[in-house]
């Protein structure tokens, strides 16, 4: 990390703020800029030691040779197309974005040819955002995709990965489509059901509560999570999470149709299919 | 606990097994009487403190004051409809069935006039099964509920609420179609929902397990459950489930819908009331 000597991170919340606290835990001895629009909220990120120093003012990016976008996804375009003239040449940077297809054809389509973008999906978080409940091994053990397409510079990729592995992640390189379809049906549709199964149940009893076991709650911990972050993730990636529900709906109707009619032996035969996915995963 | 002098245990797996061993830590000093019809599982059930012997006969039976029925659900209901002759006059019964209805019924149906039966179902248990995976504590910090009928004996209902307080469980009463209704919602539904989203996972791209976060993992633990007894107490309760199920399938294709044409506005508010529910549990 020593070829860095100004950090610029660009919203400090759970995943901005475990990167810069992870930076300056793992030894990084440079500035680590944070940038955003809410001064109190930087005051807090600083005061918890996940940034050095804060501005709401882009300029600054001027400074930074390596510039970490952790915004929600729709921010992080929109950044993207505006921050190129802020931009210091030779710059490299990477975000934290949760889908990738839109982030990095928006980066190559935007940004300047004299800087580097490499997209990066560290796959890590809590139903929690913001920088209180950050930490400074989010990372650490944690899978980080990154995505690179056949415009992406070499140097800039074989960077960002040795960044990831120094804050501890171990990193997995695809294409941004297939991050995304995979995303979309490992991470994404999850948070759909869960909102749905919450939403589907039974809320008037006054017994609810006491009958809601760990099944329930371990199923529908992630409902809980910022519905805006993931109303935006859904757009950002909305064919690839609307194929994954119409498959879930498949296999939703498929054991209904199996309970309704009390067939046993295609009950069992679609559990025990599942039992030996999950236990193989 | 002392009004029992022998207590019979017919079927010592996970339930039946913390059962045993709950009673024997909190200074039962009776004979708890393990029956099964598998003598090395009962052997394992002896050593890890489940019960202080075992039988593979069902004569056994006459010496117990207390039964606890802990098979699966489906082996409850013909266990009820045969063990009549073979109960001592005075016995209290009870179980551990995951469905009330069917059971509590049966019991009326066939259990002789000088027993008496009340229906339980402890809250707790573990996607593993078999008495291994047991512990004494199992029932501590539980909810149990007991579900009386207007044909129930009101002091046998007090002698099981006793009986479950006295294994650390907090319990709640109400009638068997009520439990059976509420928990299809709360324990039954997100079983079938946790393997439909198991089953529609893309499975066959060599980074899906690296990108499986702890959401998917939260959200899809139970699919790792015993097929034969979920597909058992489906089948058990077959209309409240098939019920459940279709109001979740609603639920998904609203999301759904909102995902597939981009309304933001109606993703936030679904994602904020699933939010706001799953915050209020």
Chains 1, 2 share one sequence.
């Not at 930076?23 to 440079?30: A, E, H, I, Q, R």
């Not at 371990?218 to 999570?225: E, G, K, L, Q």
Request: aromatic share 6%.
């Amino acid at each position: 990390m020593k070829s860095y000597n100004t950090v610029a991170i660009i919203g400090v919340g759970l995943i901005g703020g475990a990167f810069g606290m992870a930076l300056l835990k793992k030894g990084f001895t440079g500035r680590v800029i944070g940038i955003g629009r809410n001064e109190k909220r930087l005051k807090v990120a600083k005061r918890m030691g996940a940034i050095t120093e804060y501005s709401t003012d882009y300029w600054i990016l001027g400074e930074a040779d390596l510039v970490f976008l952790a915004t929600p996804v729709i921010h992080i375009e929109s950044l993207l197309e505006g921050i190129g003239p802020y931009l210091k040449a030779g710059a490299l940077l990477t975000d934290g974005g949760s889908t990738k297809e839109k982030i990095v054809s928006t980066a190559h389509k935007f940004l300047p040819p004299y800087v580097f973008f490499v997209g990066s999906h560290p796959v890590t978080g809590s139903e929690k955002s913001g920088v209180h409940f950050t930490k400074s091994d989010l990372f650490e053990g944690a899978v980080c995709a990154v995505t690179p397409d056949k415009t992406t510079d070499k140097k800039a990729l074989g960077n960002v990965i040795k960044l990831w592995k120094a804050l501890g992640s171990t990193v997995i390189s695809m294409k941004p489509a297939v991050h995304d379809k995979l995303l979309a049906s490992t991470s994404h549709l999850p948070h759909f059901v869960a909102a749905a199964l919450t939403l589907s149940v039974v809320r008037k009893d006054k017994n609810l509560r006491a009958l809601l076991g760990k099944g329930f709650k371990d199923t529908t911990r992630i409902a809980a999570s910022n519905p805006e972050v993931w109303a935006q993730i859904a757009l950002a990636n909305k064919k690839n999470i609307s194929n994954s529900l119409q498959e879930f709906l498949k296999q939703t109707k498929k054991l209904q149709s199996a309970v309704r009619t009390g067939n046993m032996r295609k009950l069992v035969r679609l559990l025990s299919e599942a039992k030996t996915v999950r236990e193989s995963l």
